[in-house]
């Protein structure tokens, strides 16, 4: 198999009426040597073994000699939600398998043992390096053994590695001495910056500074998201990024820092009109305004938006609301990225505005807020708009779906401004507001 880089494996069900031996590997199966670099296996199924992924032997005759042996390496990845019938509803791994700086989570087992990783052969070397395993369950909701990791037999099996994050394992493996145990405190797979989704870790998580940057610049997101940020690196695939701050002083000698709330709106309360799709097709649609960070950056703790009471499809499906990072600032999201995301229901409509909390964000230069939706074309009209304001940095999207291309909206089929005579009769500014602190 060749790497799988900065790749999302989602969706995929492998079953059949008798649990044979070759229904495995709901994601991905694979037999060869295998290496999963910043990617994310979520939501897969197989109804015997291996929900996530499945590692095999080479062939039915066995493996090649070494060097030539197979292996699997996981690095700076999220397996989170996959479900098997028997075992090993994120991974099944029958050879030698290193895991680091990855996060393996809520995933799920009918029955068996293993519903994190089941590694079948406990005399082959298993490695976990600065990685969480947390809250993989067993439908019928039995404690350890049967959860987070687990061996196919019981014989002794010491794992190698070491600042880990593993809430239980079986009785016969013996994990690195420095493991924690506790919850990490995960917030759910989002959209937190980056070409994958990823898992956040909530304030006071065990797992904040307590792993090491196993030799990575960057966790699962990339690039633009430092593998250290803070005193050390977090466990897990993701890095909770530090704000940039001159605290030089903050000892109490020059006085309290005190952080200064900010909120950004272009309307003024009192919107004139809703807008939506055409008649002509039934769109992912995306909505929103772009705005300017405090200087020094800021961090959103909210998003607040009004929605137009003409929205039918609302029954079909919640709204995603989306935060947007810009980091050159040049006023246009089409080159901005998303670094969070909530999925929510509004329950007001007209000018009462819909307010959801974001785990808090960090954000430079500009950055876009907004709702997306799949709609009826020419019946949902949820963009609610203050025509008294300007829509030149109010912009919208239509797509087949918003999130498989949310970090390029430039490769939308469709995209303007609010106030492009072409395309809006009444223009003005979304009302789509956001707030939280400047960065002292």
């Known amino acids: 198999m060749a790497p799988l880089t900065g790749s999302t494996i989602s969706g995929n069900t492998v079953e059949a009426n008798d649990l044979v031996d070759g229904v495995l590997g709901g994601g991905v199966f694979v037999r060869g040597v295998t290496s999963i670099t910043s990617s994310t296996i979520d939501g897969n199924r197989a109804n015997n073994k291996g929900g996530g992924l499945f590692k095999a ?32 509803g994120g991974i099944y791994s029958l050879r030698p398998t290193t895991i680091a700086s990855s996060t393996i989570a809520q995933n799920a087992i009918f029955g068996g043992s293993g519903a994190g990783l089941l590694f079948a052969d406990p005399t082959l070397p298993l490695t976990i390096r600065s990685s969480i395993f947390a809250r993989n369950v067993v439908d019928d909701g039995s404690p350890p053994p049967r959860s987070d990791i687990a061996t196919a037999v019981q014989s002794p099996l010491t794992v190698a590695g070491t600042r880990n994050l593993i809430m239980s394992a079986s009785p016969n493996i013996t994990l690195p001495v420095d493991t ?27 797992a904040l500074d307590a792993g090491n940057d196993d030799g990575l610049a960057s966790d699962q997101r990339g690039a633009n998201f430092p593998r250290v940020s803070g005193s050390g690196a977090d466990i897990g695939a993701f890095e909770t990024q530090q704000p940039l ?36 097709f ?5 909505w929103g305004n772009y705005y300017t960070a405090a200087p020094g950056g800021e961090v959103i703790t909210h998003v607040s938006i009004a929605f137009g009471p003409t929205f039918p499809s609302l029954a079909n499906g919640p709204v995603t609301f989306w ?7 040049d006023g246009d999201p089409r080159n901005a990225y998303a670094i969070a995301s909530v999925t929510d229901a509004p329950i007001v409509f007209n000018d009462n505005f819909s307010t959801v909390n974001f785990l808090p964000t960090w954000v430079h230069g500009g950055f876009f807020v907004g709702a997306s939706a799949k709609l009826d074309g020419g019946a949902d009209r949820p963009a609610r708009v203050d025509t008294n304001a300007s829509g030149h ?8 779906d918003i999130a498989a291309t949310i970090n ?33």
């Open 57 to 88: 032997t080479f062939s039915v005759f066995g493996e090649p000699p070494p060097p030539q042996d197979t292996r699997l390496d996981i690095t700076s990845s999220t397996v989170y939600g996959n479900v098997a019938g028997i075992s090993g």
């Open 180 to 206: 924690i145990a506790d919850d990490p405190l995960l917030y759910f797979l989002a959209w937190n910056g980056g070409p994958t989704r990823t898992i956040a870790l909530g304030v006071g998580s065990p």
């Open 245 to 280: 701050s001159d605290t030089i002083f903050e000892d109490g000698f020059d006085g309290a820092i005190v952080p200064t709330p900010t909120e950004h709106a272009y309307d003024d309360g009192d919107g004139d009109t809703n807008q939506g799709p055409p008649s002509t």
């Open 282 to 286: 039934d769109p992912d649609m995306l």
């Open 323 to 329: 935060l947007l990072e810009d980091d050159d600032g």
């Open 393 to 400: 940095d109010s912009w919208f999207f239509y797509a087949p």
């Open 408 to 440: 390029n909206l430039a490769a939308a089929p469709f995209g303007t401004r609010n106030d492009n005579p072409a395309y809006v009769v009444l223009p003005g500014a979304f009302m789509v507001r956001a707030g939280g602190t400047a960065v002292p």
